[in-house]
């Protein structure tokens, strides 16, 4: 029986561990996926419909619902959806005024699942949890797929997250872009990089763009550009950001110009939108370890180089070009004792041959 008494104790131990976990901070919730296409303006696209069949459940099983792109958590939408809308075939929502409106209080509501002109053909219970400026749900798993909940009334799909492979770029990050690399002689641009997220690495690892001002002459060019401010720190957050670029005007390092880019948290890394810049040389500095490496440098020769290469290569091909014509000159005009005496030869295998024909055979 003591036995049994302990089980009942832990149990009991447990569940009061449970109701004593604040869900509302950050860490002791999970965000809800595909959160940007699940407004109620937002068509389901041809190929992917989402389906919440498989989502997970349970009492401390909390959604936040928060899109890459979002400034502010979403709501369940309320009031009837309409089919195949918010990334799906079938939509859930809330009837209107589902949501409770004191901090700190829970609230169990019935969901509608809409198909065709029924309205409410399904229902599933939904805890929603007020946790002052957002909303948590604990949700329940629709019967089959092509079901999914909505969030965000009259929202937009959202576009595409860059945290997703398909959606961003890597940016091969070589020692000579990092601030470590200081060469005069280097003038590297990034005039013709295209507008587009990019994971930046160096390697196997990721790398962050510079943080603080960078000397003139650093990362491979002329003009370094580095981020004005610190990257954001929470996970599922974009935010817009201005890029400096040190001209190197005066003896301090300053932000001589300013390039508007985005910077998106992906857990654990971080995504950069970036533009071309408009002027070289200019370059986008990437971490701050390696040196200006070889094959990074040889991209690039001064002009006395480049003239000295050319002349170089001239100077091979007119030697090849004697050596030819001297050999097909040889070859055309050959001595006149050979010309007779391969001449001389022709006639007697002629004469020969004229003897062989007429010769009567008996």
Request: aromatic fraction near 8%; glycine fraction near 6%.
């Amino acid at each position: 029986m003591w036995k049994v008494g302990l089980l009942v104790i832990a149990v009991l131990h447990s569940l009061q561990i449970c109701e004593s976990i604040d869900h509302c901070l950050e860490g002791n919730h999970l965000i809800l996926p595909n959160t940007g296409k699940r407004g109620t303006l937002c068509k389901r696209t041809a190929d992917v419909s989402i389906c919440d069949r498989y989502i997970d459940i349970g009492r401390d099983k909390w959604y936040k619902v928060l899109g890459h792109d979002d400034t502010v958590p979403r709501k369940m939408a309320e009031g009837s959806a309409k089919m195949f809308h918010c990334g799906t075939d079938y939509p859930i929502y809330l009837p209107n005024g589902s949501h409770p409106t004191t901090s700190g209080t829970v609230v169990t509501r019935n969901a509608c699942m809409l198909a065709g002109s029924n309205i409410c053909k399904e229902q599933y219970p939904v805890q929603i949890m007020h946790c002052g400026t957002f909303f948590l749900y604990n949700l329940s798993r629709p019967n089959s797929c092509d079901i999914a909940y909505c969030f965000g009334d009259n929202m937009e799909c959202s576009k595409p997250d860059p945290c997703e492979e398909a959606n961003r770029l890597i940016l091969h990050v070589s020692g000579d872009r990092s601030t470590r690399c200081r060469d005069k002689s280097l003038r590297h641009c990034d005039s013709k990089l295209q507008q587009n997220w990019y994971r930046p690495m160096m390697g196997s690892a990721d790398v962050k763009m510079a943080t603080s001002c960078v000397e003139r002459d650093s990362c491979g060019t002329e003009s370094p550009i580095w981020l004005n401010g610190l990257e954001p720190s929470l996970a599922e957050k974009t935010v817009d950001m201005k890029a400096c670029v040190n001209f190197g005007r005066t003896s301090m390092c300053s932000c001589d110009e300013e390039i508007d880019i985005q910077v998106r948290n992906c857990s654990s890394y971080l995504v950069y939108n970036l533009n071309a810049t408009s002027k070289c040389p200019q370059r986008y500095c990437f971490g701050n370890s390696g040196n200006c490496d070889v094959a990074a440098t040889a991209k690039e020769y001064p002009v006395w180089q480049i003239v000295l290469i050319l002349l170089a290569a001239i100077a091979v091909l007119a030697v090849i070009l004697c050596v030819f014509t001297y050999i097909l000159i040889k070859k055309i005009f050959r001595s006149p004792s050979k010309v007779q005496s391969i001449n001389s030869t022709k006639e007697n295998d002629v004469c020969t041959n004229v003897q062989m024909v007429l010769k009567p055979k008996y």
